[in-house]
């Protein structure tokens, strides 16, 4: 994004653990991440220490003091209430994506790892964070079904000959807990499609995860965004669970280079329902809090799992 300075190296600056009273913002640039500063700050006693081995939540950590907004080293830290009734906290997020952030947000199924759709360097910060291959394709967050028409090349759409509007369909689950698996369109970023994987019976595709997070503050976010966001799933670093407390999920990615985490409160480890939308009829890869419809195929489990990997390593 242009005014935005992104680099490769770590920062150099070490910002004392406060916690800040909200005043007007700005931003600025530090080494390899992009940040808020505040005006005359009011220093207050630390209360988010790093614990990357705790797997609960302390009863310690669990608030800020308000308003909660927090600033450590160069990771800004939000709670915000999930009823979406505190979405005024948002607007210094949606800054910092604008200008290249990566960081973490809630969806209606798991937290995942954001950043703006045009932001080259950002994209591959954050395939680096999650140490994504190159030739993995990303998912996308859509606040509208023009969005998905944008990136992509769209639903099946019935033709007269017996087949089934399956956009029809569609429009009644989103938003929802669903993945669509789509063809991009030549408007999506080269570095979120791929051609392909090593895998044959994939080779050919170029294909992105679509989404319509049906979560208050995930489409208070895209509702302010001028382009979808490129999202993956926030699991552990070698462990293929699902991490669900954005405290932990700060304690333990922070240092990799995030920007800023949302909390949005501790969520259940239920991933969306990931259906293929590429083939001769909508097939079911991965069934999740999405249930099945009556339209859509199930894959038998030994090639779901294997089909997920390979399509969309990356879908929430």
Not at 221 to 226: G, N, V
């Amino acid at each position: 994004m242009a005014g935005a300075k992104l680099f490769g190296c770590e920062s150099t600056h070490s910002l004392f653990r406060h916690s800040f009273a909200v005043g007007p913002p700005r931003l600025v640039s530090y080494p390899g991440r992009i940040g808020l500063d505040y005006a005359k700050p009011k220093p207050r006693p630390s209360r988010l220490r790093v614990l990357a081995m705790a797997a609960k939540r302390s009863p310690k950590r669990l608030k800020y003091s308000a308003p909660r907004l927090s600033k450590v080293d160069d990771l800004v830290y939000v709670e915000v209430d999930p009823s979406g009734t505190e979405n005024w906290k948002l607007e210094p997020i949606i800054e910092l994506l604008n200008q290249g952030a990566v960081g973490v947000i809630p969806t209606d199924t798991v937290y995942a790892i954001v950043c703006h759709l045009k932001s080259h360097s950002a994209i591959e910060r954050l395939r680096r964070i999650k140490n994504i291959e190159p030739s993995k394709p990303l998912s996308i967050l859509c606040r509208s079904l023009r969005d998905i028409d944008t990136y992509t090349t769209g639903f099946p759409r019935g033709d007269g000959q017996g087949h089934a509007n399956i956009f029809r369909a569609v429009k009644h689950c989103l938003p929802g807990p669903y993945t669509f698996i789509l063809t991009a369109s030549k408007e999506l970023p080269k570095q979120c499609v791929r051609y392909g994987t090593t895998t044959a019976k994939f080779a050919a595709r170029k294909n992105v995860g679509v989404r319509m997070p049906d979560d208050a503050i995930c489409l208070a976010i895209l509702e302010k965004m001028d382009t979808p966001l490129i999202s993956t799933s926030v699991k552990w670093p070698k462990e293929n669970e699902w991490m669900i407390d954005p405290v932990v999920i700060a304690d333990i990615y922070g240092p990799e280079g995030l920007d800023f985490v949302i909390d949005g409160g501790v969520r259940v480890a239920d991933p969306s329902t990931v259906v293929d939308m590429t083939g001769a009829s909508p097939k079911i890869v991965r069934l999740g809090k999405g249930p099945k419809l009556h339209w859509m195929d199930a894959e038998d489990d030994d090639e779901s799992a294997v089909s997920v990997d390979e399509l969309i390593p990356s879908a929430t």
